[in-house]
């Protein structure tokens, strides 16, 4: 890592520098645009260098644009400060978000549509250019809020050594609900309880998971408008069962929450043998892993399916229209097929649009390392995350009944029944 | 202006002395205390609309929230746990290195540096040692041959393991200051009740603990406000969870306000936490004052 100045330094010298040139400058209209950005860091390593490489890039290329990326912790914490910021009349100009915040932002009226701020056919031909699978979550009514950038699907690692030392074949990976009960129960008797099978994460994004079972079950949990949800279906209920089924009967998972934050470090030492989690981790546990180990999709029950998941650049209605053009032209740039490529192999997240997978640098990297296509080729089963209005009381309410059933408070049918109830209470205004 | 008596002068320049921490005071906790207030008369703003006038229902809707309750509990019970616990042993802590020891420089900073920690940084480190696979704690046991524990995933254990972590972050902080009272104590009282032939418990118990009383009663009210006003390590470590087996009261406004876009419920907790937190100071400095030895 080279050393560089903080960038609000780097800001006050070239402000410094500026106005001692301005005698000097024939035009003042030259003055370069400022533009803010909050962002989100979700799964740790170091993201935020790779963030400010690019943004370092970015300005190189523009001199008459400066963006000031601003690291603000997870989604949550992002959305906070990009809220406070804009009652306290500092709005950014742009920021990448959690993509399920689409409707409450919408609700807030702080944000525009990139329908609004295209203007030539070549721009409309990027804002078409993107994954459809992953344009879900941005969309709302005919009109794009969202545009993807750090975004993923969820997972399945397994450690190749560890299937092997099970008597299990480590080149398959389990294709099906059963399959991945009976190697996580394989592996545990194996080693005479020293490895877990598998640990599916339960706090941080408990129903980012359980809509992956959910989906993997031909479910899906809300309506795409946002305004109902579907908790307590049979489906649903039997998604639920079969993630408590893995630590109560088949002991292939461990009793209690499984924590988020850990969960990579689990797999790294070796802990379990699977884990389910972001694609986004892909890179920190290929440069950290001393086994060998696979990347699949999830298993299925009656079809394939992961939520997709993670940040999407949104624009702000309190911002110039100048400052507007500023940013249109930084988020092509963030997310040409060259940068998406780069920030794919930099981290795992996706590449965000076909193109980004047909550059010569990502072809290579999938060619010496086929995991990092995994993703990719599972977009085909994805569904969008959940997001709902009021979304933080429906997602609370989920996570709240996930997480009593799998610490044996409430049987799954009970906690989603009750996350019905609440979730209703939570839409009761918006139902159409 | 010469027409100002002495008294009247007196009385302006001591106004004028108290203006200042006036003024901070009204800006930054009475004002937003009143719009607090104001704020939880109301409900927000549906699709743009502007927020409506409710009256009570925010309070009548708080009354029903089980949740509500659950955290509330959730917290007397942190409350309970953290206090008399941290209190104890920060005065067990003080009493041990203000006696002579080898060392004594550096027990002192060992046990004062949880405090200098950040909250969230000291969260982060528990959070690997509490860690069920592959945490310390767990470590440990299996050593011994004690199956492990999922401190922070079992909603029977994880309050309680909230609760350790925040004694070992605040007992360092306490015990500063009753280090300090202890040395405010005059070496001739010992000296006397030695030649009396006092033992050392009731010399503890019947000198050093009175003379500590009004640091005590410090310590106290501040492990209070700590226990209601600290959650950070909430963020890192649990998020409430699980199923709101660690949600404190303060984490919950947090929730409401940030998380839910239900700024008026959030204010009508804050609201409920400020009268119980005034009522519990007014009775220990009413109850507990008249009891406290100022020398």
């Given at each position: 890592m080279k050393p560089r100045l903080p960038l609000h330094i780097g800001l006050l010298a070239t402000a410094g520098l500026l106005s001692a040139g301005q005698a000097l400058a024939?035009?003042?209209?030259q003055d370069p645009v400022q533009l803010t950005m909050y962002y989100p860091v979700a799964?740790?390593?170091a993201l935020t260098d790779v963030v400010d490489d690019l943004v370092e890039d970015f300005e190189a290329e523009h001199p008459d644009i400066d963006v000031e990326a601003i690291?603000?912790?997870?989604y949550d914490d992002t959305r906070v400060r990009a809220m406070s910021a804009i009652e306290a009349g500092?709005?950014?100009?742009?920021s990448v978000m959690f993509s399920i915040d689409l409707f409450d932002l919408i609700e807030q009226d702080v944000i525009v549509p990139f329908d609004d701020l295209v203007e030539t056919e070549a721009e409309q031909a990027w804002l078409d250019s993107f994954y459809p699978g992953l344009m879900e979550n941005g969309r709302l009514d005919g009109k794009t809020y969202g545009i993807p950038f750090q975004r993923s699907t969820i997972v399945l690692y397994w450690n190749r050594d560890a299937f092997e030392a099970a008597?299990?074949?480590?080149d398959q990976p389990p294709e099906t609900w059963e399959e991945m009960a009976a190697m996580g129960a394989a592996v545990h008797e194996a080693t005479d309880g020293e490895q877990w099978g598998v640990m599916v994460p339960s706090t941080g994004y408990p129903y980012w998971m359980f809509q992956a079972f959910a989906f993997q079950n031909g479910?899906?949990?809300?309506s795409e408008d946002g305004t109902?949800?579907?908790?307590?279906d049979p489906a649903a209920v039997e998604a639920l069962e079969y993630w408590v089924s893995l630590a109560e009967?088949?002991?292939a998972m461990p009793d209690g929450t499984i924590e988020w934050g850990t969960l990579r470090q689990n797999f790294l030492e070796q802990s379990t043998a699977m884990i389910w989690h972001s694609t986004g981790n892909l890179t920190a546990v290929r440069n950290a892993a001393e086994f060998d180990f696979g990347v699949a999709m999830l298993p299925m029950k009656t079809q394939r399916g992961s939520p997709t998941g993670g940040g999407n650049f949104y624009v702000f209605k309190d911002t110039s229209a100048e400052e507007k053009q500023a940013a249109m032209t930084f988020i092509r740039w963030m997310t040409a097929p060259e940068r998406a490529a780069a920030w794919s192999i930099e981290?795992?997240?996706?590449?965000?649009?076909p193109a980004a997978y047909e550059t010569e640098a990502l072809r290579d990297y999938i060619e010496t390392f086929?995991?990092?296509a995994v993703a990719r080729d599972q977009l085909e089963h994805s569904t969008a995350e959940l997001?709902?209005?009021?979304g933080g009381r429906v997602r609370r309410a989920l996570d709240n009944a996930v997480q009593a059933a799998l610490t044996g408070q409430m049987t799954p049918a009970e906690a989603l029944a009750q996350a019905q109830r609440e979730a209703d209470a939570a839409l009761r205004r918006y139902a159409r | 202006m010469a027409s100002l008596n002495p008294d009247r002068r007196m009385q302006i320049y001591g106004a004028l002395l108290m203006l200042p921490a006036a003024v901070l005071l009204a800006t930054f906790a009475y004002l937003p205390t009143i719009a607090t207030l104001i704020n939880s008369l109301f409900l927000p703003g549906f699709r743009g609309e502007p927020a409506s006038f409710v009256g009570l229902e925010n309070y009548a809707l708080l009354i029903e929230d089980d949740t509500f309750w659950q955290v509330a509990r959730n917290n007397l019970f942190y409350a309970v746990g953290t206090i008399p616990t941290s209190i104890a042993l920060a005065l067990g802590m003080a009493l041990f290195v203000n006696a002579?020891?080898?060392?004594r420089g550096f027990v002192r900073m060992a046990y004062f540096t949880p405090t200098i920690l950040p909250m969230i940084a000291a969260a982060n480190i528990w959070m690997f040692f509490y860690?069920?696979?592959?945490?310390l704690f767990n470590t440990l046991l299996e050593g011994i041959g004690v199956p492990g524990v999922n401190w922070l995933g079992d909603p029977a254990v994880a309050l309680s393991s909230v609760i350790v972590m925040t004694v070992w972050k605040e007992a360092g902080f306490f015990m500063i200051f009753y280090l300090a009272a202890l040395q405010g104590i005059p070496p001739e009282l010992e000296e006397a009740s030695n030649l009396e032939g006092t033992s050392r418990w009731s010399f503890f118990w019947r000198v050093t603990f009175p003379l500590l009383m009004p640091t005590t009663l410090f310590v106290l009210i501040n492990a209070l406000i700590n226990a209601v006003?600290?959650?950070?390590?909430l963020f890192i470590?649990?998020?409430?969870?699980?199923?709101?087996?660690?949600?404190?009261l303060l984490y919950y406004v947090y929730e409401n306000a940030?998380?839910?876009?239900d700024r008026t419920y959030a204010a009508t907790i804050t609201v409920v936490i400020l009268l119980v937190l005034a009522v519990v100071a007014t009775v220990k400095f009413t109850v507990l004052d008249r009891r406290t030895h100022y020398q």
């Open positions: 024939q035009d003042a209209s799964v740790g390593g690291y603000a912790g997870n500092e709005a950014p100009q742009l008597g299990l074949d480590p479910h899906r949990l809300m109902e949800v579907y908790f307590d009967e088949h002991e981290t795992g997240y996706m590449g965000v649009s086929p995991p990092a997001a709902t209005y009021q | 002579r020891l080898p060392g860690a069920p696979q592959i945490g006003r600290v959650v950070d390590h470590m649990t998020k409430g969870g699980p199923n709101n087996a660690t949600n404190l940030f998380s839910f876009f």
